[in-house]
């Protein structure tokens, strides 16, 4: 492939790869992890490369972009988008080390990165870097992945400790295989462990810059898809698994509709009743709504690109608030339709159990929590600084 594609030809290309992402989807809920035939489409359709610099081949995507594009992978299989969302947000990540740092890890435009943000590791400085000991847990798509983009904490002499983002190779860590759960079970988020890595210099970041959008990246400075700040980025980039889970419960429920009785009532046809009607209709309001929500957070990333205008917090605590109401009007609308849907669909063959498991599971996500989000937006709306520094 040459040239980044069109939104419309790369969605296109998302939403081609459904029926496949559909038919290996139980298979990736049973066996924890994706198969080789699901990675080897998706890199084939160039989704690995939305979020990876031109110079290396890859197409810097804009945000609204990328979250249609894991919208369309989250109707075939919640866990696929899932990964694919961290191996875009991580490629981001990684776009802002320093430039011989982006050189040693793009060495293909469809290289993949997983990454965590939660700075469980230590880093201790030595002569040309750190030495790292610690473990990341949620580690989503690790096994598949050639590097990991991790926080750890510098512990200074002084007792202070420093916050930073390092570039570790998977092949330096040890992976443990704990990832056993009730949803995305397929995104394989199973923990890496660092003991006595080395980390050179130039393969570390302080985290606070990359929080305010300051990045040691010399040739990618004037892009506009990396000038944005990274909280709101990555918040608005995982919506776009939640909005195409509620769009995948949407078809797996219409899929089953006709023919359908409502036991135990005269109700022949569940199609013709009027609880059905009123189901329907507020479940695809709910779906409306989370589109909504996860266009207006991408939409707001993409005009501060081209405005290049200072992040105010009231902006940083509304796309928090978008992420969250995407999720939650998403989980609203696939937990109506699976009520809907009925006993038979506890059934391991029939889709919306699984979707409604993964959409729980995406709830639960700390940064992702919808009642989080909105008591920081309210926080803000207040007048009160943020309690949290990941904004």
């Known amino acids: 492939m040459t040239g980044a594609p069109s939104r419309t030809e790369l969605t296109k290309r998302a939403a081609d790869l ?33 979020r990876v610099p031109k110079r290396y081949g890859g197409y810097e995507s804009d945000m609204g972009t990328v979250v249609e594009v894991l919208a369309e992978l989250a109707r075939g299989c919640g866990s696929t988008s899932w990964v694919s969302t961290v191996w875009a947000l991580s490629s981001w990540m990684a776009a802002h080390f320093p430039d011989s740092a982006q050189d040693e890890v793009f060495t293909s435009p469809d290289v ?14 030595v002569d040309g870097g750190l030495t790292v000991n610690g473990k990341w847990s949620f580690n989503s798509g690790a096994r598949h992945s050639t590097w990991n983009s991790n926080a750890a904490v510098i512990a200074h002499p002084d007792g202070r400790f420093e916050p930073v983002m390092i570039l570790v190779p998977m092949a330096d860590l040890t992976v443990v295989d704990d990832w056993h759960t009730v949803g995305l079970r397929g995104s394989g988020s199973i923990t890496t462990i660092a003991e006595e890595v080395f980390v050179p210099q130039d393969r ?59 036991t135990y009532t005269e109700y ?36 501060s690109a081209a405005d290049e205008q200072p992040w105010k917090v009231e902006q940083r605590a509304r796309i928090r608030l978008e992420m969250g109401m995407t999720t939650q009007r998403a989980k609203e609308a696939v937990d109506i339709l699976a009520v809907a849907s009925g006993g038979s669909s506890v059934y391991h063959d029939v889709p919306i159990q699984r979707i409604e498991r993964d959409i729980k599971t995406i709830g639960l996500h700390a940064i992702m929590h919808p009642d989080t989000n909105a008591e920081l937006y309210g926080r803000v709306a207040c007048g009160l600084e943020p309690n949290t520094q990941y904004i």
């Open 18 to 50: 459904v029926p496949l992402l559909k038919e290996n989807a139980r298979w990736v809920d049973e066996n924890r992890r994706l198969p080789d035939e699901v990675i080897d489409a998706v890199t084939a359709a160039g989704i690995l490369r939305m």
């Open 112 to 125: 993949r990165i997983c990454g965590a943000l939660s700075p469980t590791a230590v880093a201790t400085p």
């Open 204 to 262: 570390m970041l302080l985290l606070e810059p990359v929080l305010q959008g300051n990045a040691s990246s010399t040739l990618n400075a004037d892009s506009p898809v990396f000038r944005a700040p990274f909280m709101p980025t990555a918040c608005a980039t995982i919506t776009g698994t939640p909005l195409g889970l509620a769009y995948a419960a949407k078809e797996a429920f219409f899929e089953r509709l006709p023919g359908r009785k409502i």
């Open 268 to 303: 022949t046809s569940q199609q013709e009743a009027p609880l059905t009607h009123l189901q329907v209709a507020e479940a695809l309001t709910k779906v409306n709504e989370a589109e909504f929500h996860a266009g207006h957070a991408a939409a707001m990333i993409d005009r």
